[in-house]
């Protein structure tokens, strides 16, 4: 087992609300790594503690052996640990390439045509190739979703952490994405990702952790997680979609 990230008994607090509760985990380089959980669960406060958005109130982050907690995001960011967000953020009135190319050229030392180059690489690899001269403000919430993925792949993460990429998606646009998200693996990209249907997890992850009120509830391969009795208890039964 070679870990990339390693989380020790991590807690966030917000007020009188503990938000992420004593959670530990490793992410091992390489895999595709699923978080599930309810809604309120912690599942993106937890995302947002290793990129940096928010300061633990206890425990430890360590990225390649690197205690990152205190760091600011754009460094995290740096790197190689990146996320994308639930709700699509990106520059409406520009270009689907220009959205892209913002954070290509942001990087140090990088030629024009260099950019311009990955630009078409990473717009191929997502499938908005098509779309590249579309403004962003015009594309479909799936496209804005995959869109999402190529400005992050633009920071040439080595960690890709995806907020629920396959919310709002149609089973053949979830099918899509995840043959987008192994093409990425395949480049050499760590995937963690959050997502509510279960059914679509387990077609394409190979461990999952579950989350509920901030702590980890259990962990293990999806046939595993969807036998335990108390993820059923907990979530199955209720919010997650069995697909």
């Not at 917000?14 to 959980?37: P, Q, Y």
């Not at 206890?58 to 960011?77: Q, S, T």
Request: hydrophobic share 40%; proline share 5%.
């Amino acid at each position: 087992m070679n870990p990339i990230i390693k989380v020790s008994s991590l807690t966030k607090r917000f007020g009188g609300v503990t938000a992420v509760s004593n959670f530990s985990f490793e992410l091992i380089r390489g895999e595709k790594l699923g978080l599930i959980g309810p809604n309120g669960a912690g599942k993106t406060t937890l995302f947002n503690l290793l990129t940096g958005a928010y300061r633990p109130d206890a425990g430890k982050i360590e990225f390649e052996g690197i205690n990152i907690v205190g760091l600011p995001p754009h460094k995290i960011c740096r790197l190689g640990l990146v996320k994308t967000h639930q709700t699509p953020q990106h520059f409406w009135t520009l270009t689907v390439r220009e959205n892209l190319m913002v954070p290509l050229l942001s990087s140090r030392n990088v030629k024009h045509r260099d950019a311009e180059e990955e630009c078409s690489k990473i717009l191929k690899l997502v499938g908005l190739d098509y779309r590249k001269n579309v403004p962003a403000n015009a594309l479909l919430p799936t496209e804005l979703r995959r869109l999402e993925v190529a400005r992050a792949l633009a920071t040439k993460p080595k960690v890709l952490l995806l907020d629920e990429p396959f919310a709002g998606t149609r089973e053949k646009e979830a099918e899509e994405l995840i043959r987008i998200i192994d093409e990425i693996r395949k480049m050499g990209v760590t995937i963690m990702l959050i997502e509510h249907r279960v059914g679509v997890v387990a077609k394409m992850i190979e461990r999952l952790i579950v989350m509920h009120k901030g702590e980890k509830l259990a962990e293990g391969t999806p046939q595993e997680i969807l036998k335990s009795k108390a993820v059923v208890e907990a979530y199955l039964g209720g919010e997650a979609e069995h697909e």
